[in-house]
């Protein structure tokens, strides 16, 4: 009787597990933002001119790219 419990609901397993997914998600993003953005300064500090165009868009594409990520693995998480 208790599998026919869990068969029947099973969302009652998700909330554990969708933490989890959106606490990892938090980190990819950050960890994405910041290789993006260190790559973007170090080219900079290889080709120095006025502004620090390649950090802007280094941040800029990590940004892009990470939302991506998330709204991709968010797509998956619905199903």
Not at 21 to 30: D, E, K, N, R, T
Request: net charge positive; no cysteine.
């Amino acid at each position: 009787m208790s599998e026919e419990k869990k068969n029947n609901n099973p969302k009652k397993d998700k909330p554990l597990k969708n933490w989890a997914v959106l606490s990892g998600i938090a980190i990819q993003m950050g960890v994405t933002i910041f290789l993006f953005a260190w790559g973007g300064k170090k080219i900079d500090e290889k080709y120095p001119h006025e502004n620090d165009w390649f950090t802007i868009l280094g941040v800029i594409f990590g940004v892009a790219i990470s939302l991506y990520a998330v709204l991709k693995q968010l797509k998956q998480l619905n199903k």
